[in-house]
């Protein structure tokens, strides 16, 4: 098969500027390198054991739903405003430090609630 239907060139996909901004590149690897240090912690993975079904789906702890997976919701400021906001007041900073940053801010101020995604959307403004 010389050309296979599933396979597709770099070439060929448009990345919007947006995505190729410094600032909004390195936004986005901070929530997606601080997110798996504590939602593959093993406080959560058994917090969440907690809810789950025979069926090895979950009940939300918060409506009752029955869900497929629960998500790891931030209490109060989210993570981009908390991202954003240490980018801010340290506009000099290098990945590495900015990501220290973040992590030691989550450590020290919040607090997380296993919840469904439609309780994740909401969990944010109603339990500060």
Same mark, same amino acid.
């Given at each position: 098969?010389?050309?296979?239907?599933?396979?597709?060139?770099?070439?060929?996909?448009?990345?919007?500027?947006?995505?190729?901004?410094?600032? !909004?590149? &390195?936004? $986005?690897?901070?929530? /997606?390198?601080?997110?798996?240090?504590?939602?593959?912690?093993?406080?959560?993975?058994? @917090?969440?054991?907690?809810?789950?079904?025979?069926?090895?789906?979950?009940?939300?702890?918060?409506?009752?739903?029955?869900?497929?997976?629960?998500?790891?919701?931030?209490?109060?400021?989210?993570?981009? !405003?908390? &991202?954003? $906001?240490?980018?801010? /007041?340290?506009?000099?900073?290098?990945?590495?430090?900015?990501?220290?940053?973040?992590? @030691?801010?989550?450590?020290?101020?919040?607090?997380?609630?296993?919840?469904?995604?439609?309780?994740?959307?909401?969990?944010?403004?109603?339990?500060?």
């Amino acid at each position: 098969m010389d050309n296979p239907t599933y396979i597709i060139s770099a070439s060929n996909i448009n990345i919007s500027e947006t995505r190729l901004n410094s600032h !909004t590149s &390195i936004r $986005r690897a901070l929530r /997606e390198s601080i997110n798996p240090l504590f939602s593959q912690s093993q406080a959560i993975k058994k @917090l969440k054991a907690q809810y789950k079904t025979q069926d090895k789906r979950f009940t939300c702890p918060r409506c009752g739903d029955i869900v497929n997976t629960l998500d790891l919701a931030h209490i109060g400021e989210g993570a981009y !405003t908390i &991202i954003d $906001r240490i980018m801010l /007041e340290n506009p000099t900073d290098v990945y590495e430090e900015l990501a220290n940053k973040v992590y @030691l801010y989550h450590i020290n101020n919040v607090r997380f609630a296993v919840v469904c995604r439609n309780c994740n959307h909401q969990v944010g403004d109603t339990q500060k």
